[in-house]
């Protein structure tokens, strides 16, 4: 698992901080990255230097070998990109220099990163943050409302700050949405959710347009559609008074609830029906989400774990 030797030949290490000064010159990188830059280089230079060859002679195979082995040692793709990245820079520069003709990472792939899972709560964070407004204000009942039917329909926020009055069936218990590519669906928002839509639509829309014509469910400022940097403005101010350390983004909640369907056992099919997702395989990242969860429940809880 060990990676080559650390020594690089004079030659090699001089070229190298020739190529660094010219960037540092070019971009006025910070000390931090051109370290990087020259780790980087240098690894490869030592790997090719145990293979009797230089990086004025490098082929493609070469570098591609490099990153074979790099990730053979266990260095993670995200890494191993890096490293490529840096070797890309360099032979850009020699091709602009004149002192290669053919730059010879054209054609090499960088290695495919896994797909970042999306931050989420827990069942007991998502309960503290839906009762952190303060319901006997008109904005806090407002807020109250907001987040439970996103959080009990899975709606991105662009979604629930576009709705308008007649997408909702109260009576039913459904929204009816327009989502990405027009696609539209009918998703159900539970009865607390109901609830709390009927109080904030009954005793404070009202109040809050002040005579002002909007056919908004969750009208802003004079009526006109709220924007996301104002709701994210107020699940940051939840998520602090609910004691929320983690970072949290526009949509946790959605992320929240496709997590939470397949924690109690909800069909994947299911879950892409009611968060509008064109491919399952966008859904199927959420079942990596609920699998760490149990886990980690497992870690925590088993005597064997």
Known sequence: MDGPSVSVTSSASAEIDKFLDALWMERGLSTHTLAAYRRDLHRFSVWLNDRDTSLSAVERFDIQGFLAAELGRGLSPRSVARELS????????????????????????????????????????????????????????????????????????????GLRDLQVNLASGIVRVTGKGSRERIVPMGEEAQQWLQRYLRDVRPQLLNGVASALLFPGRNGNTMTRQTFWHIIRRYSQRAGIVRHLSPHTLRHAFATHLLNHGADLRAVQMLLGHANLSTTQIYTHVARERLQKLHKEHHPRG
């Open 86 to 161: 840096s070797i890309r820079a360099y032979y850009g520069y020699r091709l602009n220099e004149g002192a290669c003709h053919v730059d010879p990472t054209e054609q090499v792939e960088s290695p495919k990163q896994g797909q970042s899972l999306p931050s989420t709560l827990s069942e007991d964070d998502v309960a503290a943050l839906l009762a952190a407004p303060d319901v006997n204000t008109p904005k806090g009942l407002r807020d109250r409302a907001m987040l439970e039917l996103l959080y009990a329909t899975g709606l991105r926020v662009s979604e629930l700050i």
